[in-house]
């Protein structure tokens, strides 16, 4: 099992960047497929990104490719997601989610943090 906490969200203008982190429990963080996905309001759950268990490999939707970066520290037990050029529609919760064998786009992972609002303004 694992336990994820995420943190990082706020206020931003459109245009402008936020760093989220997740940080994870255990000491088998290296096993786990990390990805960051979110829920705005009204919506369906969706996939943002994903990194591979050694992070020699990434995944995002078309939505945010080459505006947001995911990344991770398997030392620290650290998932990040680096979003730039934020647009209005980016406003959602945003969740870090783990899993040994996941379906990279998927929205359906097996860990789920408790959640960090991102809200952009235009």
């Known amino acids: 099992q694992v336990v994820l906490v995420e943190s990082g969200g706020g206020l931003v203008q459109a245009g402008g960047s936020l760093r989220l982190s997740c940080a994870a429990s255990?000491?088998?963080?290296?096993?786990?497929?990390m990805g960051w996905l979110r829920q705005a309001p009204g919506k369906e759950r969706e996939f943002v990104a994903a990194?591979?268990?050694?992070?020699?490999?990434?995944y995002y939707a078309d939505s945010v490719k080459g505006r947001f970066t995911i990344s991770r520290d398997n030392a620290k037990n650290t998932v990040y997601l680096q979003m730039n050029s934020l647009k209005p529609e980016d406003t959602a919760v945003y969740y870090c989610?783990?899993?040994?064998?996941?379906?990279?786009?998927?929205?359906?992972?097996?860990?789920w943090g408790q959640g960090t609002q991102v809200t952009v303004s235009s």
């Open positions: 990194i591979s268990w050694s992070g020699g490999s990434t």
């Open positions: 255990g000491r088998t963080f290296s096993s786990y497929a």
């Open positions: 989610a783990a899993d040994q064998n996941p379906v990279f786009g998927s929205p359906h992972w097996g860990y």
